[in-house]
């Protein structure tokens, strides 16, 4: 780009000098070349052209401050204005001799003026033509940038026509070719739309500058067109002298009609201007829904907006809070009692109004226009705030309250809030700012009910991560690893049905070479049952190596969790101790899901008596504990497990404990890993793989006999 400019810039200066030393042995030697004259007129349309594409590189058109840009340019045509006046009042009038249509320089201070003048008129005509081109262009529609082409073209052809000329001569195409130019001209004079898009002291400086433009240009106009200036230029260059005239027409013709059409639209400003702000608000408004998510900055913003747009006096906005949907954070907030039931008012977002103030307009106590809007839910209009005897105002009030808009914030029929805005003065609100505001309003619930969206999101987040970590720390409280010992196997498995679950297994060695076997399961499912389970872990681990008998077991268990437990709740726990070498198997059962027992030839249900942990104290429980001894043949296999198992559902129906014994029928010479494996792959087949509706714990032990 830098090269570009570079070498249009040398271009044109080449044919410049080239120019003006032709013009310099024209006045010293008289020849009559019409080629050599026609190649000179083609090299100065050459010269300022690649002028025209310099600029164009350097400073490209932008219509983005116009104002700016019309500034500029009636500087440079006042300079260029007094310049050639200064020009036309002290030069020499006899610089020139005309000889049968020609102009003949006296020397060559009139070839440097009329390069100069030339180039000075050169210059602000494209700078001119450059910034009427970007305006007719702005907000184009169909036809016309047609329109400009065509005019561009007549003007081209119009200073062509002229080449081979003599300075005093013309001819009918020109003057055909000027006309048409013209009438163009008034055509594209008539694109304006960029007028209607400054704001008001740009419509007042457009108006300023165009009349000075229109004043210049015109001077500029009769300048070129008399007297020693029109010499200079006509000897200098009849087509450009062409085109100078043709665009100064076009800059007068434009700028007549632009301060025309800037005196009409001026009065307009205020409103335009308001309804710029209005949609840039709205716009800003619409991008703070997705970017602010703090609530008491969402707040702010809104109230700040709706003050500076609606050009309110006050502002602020009352969060509307049903009794039913009050938690305890809400509770704790500075809520009063609307005096419609069941509704509570939070105060937020106040510009230039105190809560004190907003009690005494609407006192929480008594029936004001806040209970009206409530229940009417739509926008009321006060226009005269002192008489309305829904509202209090001081007589020191008086003066600065004159009327107020109250619109509601609805949500999927709910109202969520209240917005208010006050003037000054009576009747200050019009059908436009209530809209207005309604679309604010509208925004704002879009924002709030966003922003209490997030709130709920990172809360659920915030719940699913401790979740997650308290299922990661019951996954610890169940057995990390399963015994190895001589003469069992054993394999076990515990899934919750929600995050947490009351299910709770473990298994311990004691002395005498005996092996504790317990599974329980808590009344209900998640976080509480998770609670109670990890207290009979801690039970379980202490009072199993002071008590080797199970129901003593469970006595002092039931004695300990009766004191905590909470009498809704209640512990059904089923516990084994088998002595490794004999195999003997002594169970004792607290209300929870039977035994079931795999022998060679039989498969049973072990059902001592018992009754839940938590349920009784004393000696009703000691009574209900049964302790049943059996023992067990090697390859015997003993099940344990939760009433998730035989109550998976597959509809209205359960797997249940029949199911449960078909399920084992032959597999007692199989591993407890493929009898465990076995058994769920049952019941996940029987409820088609749906999700379980309680928690489920399987333990399965096989004794394989002495040292086995």
């Keep these: ?160 026509s002229t080449i081979g000329l003599d300075p005093l001569d013309t001819s009918v195409l020109t003057s055909v070719l000027f006309g048409l130019t013209c009438a163009m001209i008034v055509v594209n004079a008539f694109r304006l739309s960029w007028i209607v898009y400054l704001s008001k002291r740009g419509k007042i400086f457009t108006l300023v500058y165009g009349f000075f433009l229109f004043s210049v240009l ?7 067109h008399s007297g020693l200036v ?48 209005e949609i840039t608000s709205l716009h800003d408004l619409g991008k703070l829904i997705t970017r602010v998510f703090d609530f008491h900055e969402l707040i702010d913003t809104v109230t700040a907006m709706t003050l500076q747009v609606c050009e309110a006096r006050e502002c602020w906005l009352e969060i509307v809070h049903r009794q039913r949907d009050l938690t305890k954070g809400t509770a704790d907030a500075n809520l009063h009692a609307s005096f419609t039931e069941g509704y509570w008012i939070q105060v937020m977002g106040m510009k230039n109004i105190g809560a004190d103030e907003i009690e005494q307009l609407f006192p929480f106590g008594r029936q004001t226009i806040r209970d009206l809007l409530i229940q009417e839910r739509k926008a009321l209009v006060v226009d005269d ?107 076990a498995t515990s899934t919750p049905a929600f995050e947490v679950g009351g299910d709770y297994y473990d298994v311990v060695h004691l002395k005498g070479n005996e092996l504790g076997i317990v599974v329980g399961d808590v009344s209900g499912k998640g976080m509480s049952a998770a609670f109670y389970m990890s207290e009979v872990k801690g039970i379980f681990q202490s009072l199993s190596r002071i008590y080797s008998s199970p129901r003593e077991f469970l006595l002092n ?60 104290e004393g000696s009703t429980f000691a009574g209900a504990i049964e302790e049943f001894s059996l023992q067990l043949d090697p390859g015997d296999v003993c099940v344990f497990y939760t009433d998730g198992l035989t109550e998976a559902r597959n509809g209205n129906d359960e797997f249940g404990y029949e199911r449960l014994v078909e399920c084992l029928s032959g597999m007692r010479n199989k591993d407890t890993v493929v009898i465990k494996n076995s058994i769920l792959e049952s019941v996940r087949s029987f409820t088609s793989g749906q999700p379980l509706h309680d928690d489920l714990t399987l333990v399965v032990l096989k004794w394989c006999g002495p040292g086995g």
């Design 218 to 224: 015109t001077v500029l106009n009769a300048l070129s």
């Design 385 to 491: 705030v002192a008489t309305d005897r829904r509202i209090r105002v001081s007589q020191e009030n008086r003066t600065r309250t004159g009327s107020m808009v109250v619109v509601p914030l609805i949500s999927h029929t709910e109202l969520i809030g209240i917005l208010y805005a006050t003037k000054e003065t009576e009747y200050g609100f019009f059908k436009d700012d209530v809209e207005m505001i309604s679309a604010f309003a509208d925004h704002a619930t879009m924002a709030i009910e966003n922003s209490r969206l997030i709130d709920k999101s990172l809360e659920r987040e915030r719940l699913v991560k401790e979740m997650s970590l308290a299922q990661e720390m019951q996954k610890r409280l169940l057995p990390q690893r399963l015994p190895q010992l001589p003469g069992i196997q054993i394999d």
């Design 1 to 160: 780009m830098r090269i570009r400019r570079i070498l249009t810039l040398t271009g044109a200066m080449i044919l410049m000098v080239i120019v003006v030393a032709l013009d310099l042995v024209r006045s010293s030697v008289d020849f009559q070349l019409s080629g050599l004259i026609v190649a000179r007129d083609l090299m100065v349309i050459g010269s300022f052209s690649l002028l025209y594409f310099f600029l164009e590189l350097s400073d490209p058109s932008k219509t983005e401050n116009v104002v700016r840009r019309m500034g500029l340019i009636l500087i440079a045509g006042v300079v260029v204005t007094l310049m050639m006046s200064a020009v036309s009042l002290l030069g020499d009038q006899g610089s020139f001799e005309a000889k049968e249509g020609k102009l003949l320089p006296l020397g060559f201070k009139a070839v440097f003026l009329a390069s100069f003048v030339t180039f000075g008129f050169a210059l602000l005509c494209i700078l001119l033509f450059r910034f009427l081109r970007d305006l007719v262009l702005y907000k184009r529609r169909r036809g016309t940038r047609r329109n400009l082409i065509i005019q561009m073209v007549l003007m081209a052809a119009t200073g062509v």
């Design 557 to 616: 268990a039931n004695e300990v969790l009766s004191g905590s437990i909470d009498r809704r709740s209640f512990i059904s726990l089923i516990y084994a101790v088998i002595h490794l070498q004999t195999g003997r198997l002594i169970i004792s059962r607290a209300g929870h899901c039977p035994m079931l027992l795999v022998r060679e030839n039989e498969i049973g249900y072990i059902r001592p008596s018992g009754m839940g942990l938590g349920l009784s």
């Design 230 to 277: 029109n010499q200079l230029l006509l000897y200098y260059s009849h087509p450009v002298r062409e085109l100078v005239g043709l665009t100064l027409l076009f800059g007068n013709v434009y700028y007549g009609m632009a301060f025309v059409s800037t005196l009409f639209h001026l009065p307009t400003a205020d409103a335009f201007e308001r309804k710029a702000t």
